[in-house]
Nanobody, 117 residues
Framework: QVQLVESRGGLVQPGDNLKLSCAAS????????MGWYRQAPGKQRELVAS???????NYEDSLKGRFTISRDNDKNSVYLQINSLKPDDTAVYYC???????????WGQGTQVTVSS
């Protein structure tokens, strides 16, 4: 069992940078592929990026370059650096943990990112 808590979302202006955090607890962090998803109003939840315990990353092609996922296994945390934020980035951002030894997923409650001038 993994509990995920996202933080550091908020209201920002276009062009700002933001680093989201996700703290995991309750299990062995290195056994999970971690990911960030987002869901904009009226849209389906979509993958932003994922990262394995060894640091291998996967990005949504359209977002690659502005979004950087990272993890700190010692801190049981995963981060999403977002640069040059656009209004279209406005969404609820969700942290995801996928167990590498089975088809098991855990989700955080999400953190709201609003990009507006």
């Amino acid at each position: 069992q993994v509990q995920l808590v996202e933080s550091r979302g908020g209201l920002v202006q276009p062009g700002d940078n933001l680093k989201l955090s996700c703290a995991a607890s309750g299990s062995i962090f290195s056994h999970y592929v971690m990911g960030w998803y987002r869901q904009a109003p009226g849209k389906q939840r979509e993958l932003v990026a994922s990262i394995t315990s060894g640091g291998h990353t996967n990005y949504e092609d359209s977002l690659k370059g502005r979004f950087t996922i990272s993890r700190d296994n010692d801190k049981n945390s995963v981060y999403l650096q977002i640069n040059s934020l656009k209004p279209d980035d406005t969404a609820v951002y969700y942290c995801n943990a996928r167990f590498v030894w089975g088809n098991i997923n855990f989700w955080g409650q999400g953190t709201q990112v609003t990009v507006s001038s």
